[in-house]
């Protein structure tokens, strides 16, 4: 992973200081909450309903065990002793005291980490793939161009007051695992005839009150052109993004009412005047970056196949937790292995902080130190051998996180909602537990399949409901909390917004409605390896309307 040199310690180290100066401007009185807001942002800091929460970045999802025990400590010396991991590949922590952050964000930089950007109407965390330099399917490790654009986007004197935020994501391999096309550019690596590495650019995607999937303006953008192109959507975006109202503000509002041809038109010309700049990226920068990503050197461990086929054998919910959350690796004699922080009845994406040094030590014994953050809020090791899994396996039982759930119903995407959120409108929280609980049986949650449910507590999106595979988002409706479901999404290379089903469900009848889903699926799938999605986008919504509703015009 990328390391600080003497100009990222300093500038970090720098901006810490800054901010501890304008803490305690804030808590003297000498700076007003209007005058603050703005420059707590800009730092990651949010006030939430009840304290303030400290976002902090996990550049392209990637974490050190020595990073991993930062934030265990930061937890415990500056919070409740737990952590939040985000739909961005960031964690948050929801409980620190204004007077302690800066502390904590100096104790952050002690092991090259930082809030920066996190907030606020800039460039924000590039995400990725969180499988980049392990997957089989992989073209390219997309990390070094996401740190690449992390270097670029810091800070950036033209694009840190931007009409709205701004999200990029990057993805290397044929599967899509980091959502590129909800997002406002997103890349993905491929060889044109050549061979040569590029991006296929989408621009304009997003969720939010307005949901809408990204438009591919370039087919082929070469790697040396990645910072010239990417400059030029942006500076466009800058100058002609909506600033009159901040629910039109997002680029994928200027896609829409431009087109997106005149708006490919206007990047290129942009473009053409950037090409041969000091942007241009040279091969030896490239090479350089992307010497820090190298994978680590992974010995032949052939004898893992025989003792992975006799612990399955003696032990069946060992073999469940191998079936459901480790994928195949590059290298045959290893895995990566999802830990799910999705325990039956748990927080979706919380993390104590006595299990987060536990991961750490994990990591640093059976996964070469590595430890990444998915856009799913689950913790990967991307590297472990499959004579290790045994242990692995063990060792997460000990802290509770060996939930055998990963992309099964169970496994549940959900914003903090209205129990920490002061944009919410109903609680996330509490529903994703239900919901885990009533499916908790795994011979059922195995029969069902690979399904998605995604829950936002109001329209921001938070929770990615809109590609959801059942997507639930949470509204106010006469004083009351009220949940519309939505169907058919999905984030992946075959992105798709849901539907909205029918009238919206109260809290307690929600679950009672995701099992009438569900059933409803499992009586009309063609086979059992025909998963949820499949079937919907066969069959299209009206079998679950009319189970859910009785006829169509009752839904209506």
Not at 69 to 88: N, P, Q, S, V
Not at 251 to 280: C, Y
Not at 527 to 547: C, H, M, N, W
């Amino acid at each position: 992973m990328y390391r600080y040199d003497e100009f990222d310690h300093a500038f970090v180290a720098e901006r810490v200081e800054q901010f501890r100066d304008q803490v305690q401007r804030r808590l003297s009185g000498e700076l007003a909450e209007d005058a603050f807001k703005p420059l707590r942002l800009m730092n990651g800091v949010y006030l939430q309903l009840h304290a303030y929460m400290l976002r902090i970045a996990i550049p392209y999802g990637t974490l050190s065990s020595r990073q991993v025990r930062m934030l265990a400590h930061i937890a415990r010396k500056y919070d409740r002793g737990y952590g939040h991991f985000t739909t961005r590949q960031n964690l948050q922590f929801n409980w620190p005291k204004l007077s302690d952050i800066p502390d904590a964000l100096a104790e952050l930089a002690s092991v090259e980490m930082h809030a920066l950007q996190t907030s606020g109407n800039c460039i924000r965390n590039v995400t990725a793939d969180h499988f980049a330099g392990a997957a089989a399917d992989e073209i390219a490790d997309p990390r070094p161009y996401a740190e690449i654009l992390r270097q670029w986007s810091s800070v950036h004197p033209e694009f840190s007051f931007l009409p709205r935020k701004f999200k990029i994501a990057v993805t290397g391999a044929e599967r899509d695992r980091a959502a590129i096309q909800v997002h406002d550019i997103g890349l993905h690596l491929k060889k044109n005839e050549k061979g040569e590495i590029g991006f296929a650019v989408y621009v304009g995607g997003g969720q939010g009150r307005t949901p809408m999937i990204a438009k591919l303006i370039r087919d082929f953008l070469p790697e040396e052109d990645l910072l010239s192109y990417t400059t030029a959507i942006v500076r466009v975006y800058n100058l002609r993004g909506r600033r009159d109202n901040k629910y039109k503000a997002r680029i994928k509002i200027l896609v829409h009412e431009t087109g997106a041809e005149e708006l490919a038109r206007q990047v290129e010309a942009e473009f053409a005047e950037l090409k041969d700049s000091e942007l241009k990226l040279p091969e030896k920068d490239i090479e350089a970056i992307a010497a820090y990503f190298a994978p680590p050197a992974l010995p032949d461990r052939a004898e893992g196949w025989e003792n992975l086929a006799r612990w399955k054998k003696a032990d069946p919910a060992f073999a469940r937790w191998v079936q459901q959350n480790v994928q195949p690796h590059k290298h045959p004699d290893y895995g990566m292995v999802t830990i799910s922080l999705k325990p039956i009845g748990g927080i979706p994406g919380d993390a104590s902080d006595s299990q987060m040094d536990a991961v750490a030590d994990i990591a640093e014994e059976y996964a070469f130190d590595e430890i990444r953050v998915s856009h799913e809020q689950n913790l990967i090791l991307p590297h472990v051998a499959l004579a290790d899994l045994e242990a692995v396996y063990r060792g997460l039982v000990a802290i509770g996180l060996a939930e055998a759930n990963a992309g099964l119903i169970t496994d549940i995407i959900a914003c903090p909602g209205l129990d920490y959120c002061a944009l919410a409108n109903a609680r996330s929280i509490p529903l994703a537990q239900e919901i885990s609980r009533r499916f908790a049986d795994p011979d059922r949650q195995a029969e069902i399949g690979e399904l998605k449910i995604k829950i936002s507590g109001c329209i921001n999106a938070c929770g990615h409901h809109h590609v959801g595979h059942i997507g639930l988002l949470g509204v106010e409706k006469k004083g009351a909390e009220l949940y519309q479901i939505t169907l058919g999404g999905s984030g992946d290379e075959h992105t798709s917004i849901g539907e909205i089903i029918g009238r919206g469900f109260e809290p307690d009848k929600v679950t009672d409605a995701i099992e009438t889903i569900v059933n409803t699926y499992l009586a009309i799938r063609k086979e059992p390896s025909e998963i949820f999605l499949e079937t919907y986008r066969r069959v299209g919504p009206q079998p679950f309307k009319d189970a859910l509703y009785g006829t169509a015009a009752e839904a209506a």
